[in-house]
């Protein structure tokens, strides 16, 4: 039997509280308030990489009950050299879907993981690849005003109402969602050891 150790998640997302429930990994939520702005010149991969590292860190000193490995996750859209994090307003997230309408785009997660004590940490990112289909005017505004983009790095869900707007993907799916879930598990496994 495969024992899975308990994890403080230091994320308030419900998507990836979602996704550790769904594959029976114990964890306990620790939500932190980090800066996340983007430094200047700062690609996708390293952007999350670094989001995810100061998450891990910044949650590491929480004692919870069982837990002895922190995680800190971050995803961003990229298209072109372009990073798409979660849209400003309304009229952003228009802006955004009108940009992945039709093309290919890039979804990276940085993770990060420590012991409690700090001695160790470790970093990875997962990139997937995403195919938007050609979106209408009309299929913009009905998608915006469903609220369901405001919150999402790039503007969309692929978990929801986003799907039908999915042509194709190439990679981890749980990774667009937001965790890519065999990433984490080698980490895990790797840091165990």
């Known amino acids: 039997m495969i024992k ?7 994320s308030a997302s419900p998507r990836r509280a979602e996704i550790l429930r769904t594959v029976g990994w114990p964890f306990a939520a620790c939500p932190v308030d980090i800066d996340e702005a983007r430094r200047p010149h700062e690609d996708a991969e390293t952007y999350v990489r670094r989001l995810a590292q100061e998450k891990a860190r910044a949650a590491a000193g929480v004692r919870l009950a069982g837990s002895t490995i922190t995680i800190g996750a971050d995803t961003v859209v990229a298209i072109d ?21 039709g093309q290919w785009h890039q979804v990276l997660t940085g993770i990060a993981l420590t ?3 700090l001695s160790e940490i470790r970093v990875a990112h997962e990139t997937t690849e995403v195919k938007f289909a050609v979106m209408s005017k009309d299929e913009i505004d009905w998608y915006v005003a469903s609220g369901e983009p405001l919150d999402k790095a790039g503007a969309y869900a692929i978990q929801g109402l986003g799907a039908r707007f999915i042509e194709e993907i190439r990679g981890d799916y749980f990774n667009v969602v937001g965790l890519p879930v065999r990433l984490l598990y080698e980490l895990v496994t790797a840091l165990k050891q």
Not at 4 to 10: F, Q, Y
Not at 88 to 100: I, P
């Open 115 to 117: 012991n409690g004590a």
């Open 4 to 10: 899975l150790p308990k994890l403080v998640l230091a």
């Open 81 to 101: 050299n372009e990073v798409l994090g979660k849209p400003r307003d309304e009229d952003d997230a228009r802006r955004m879907l009108r940009r992945l309408s």
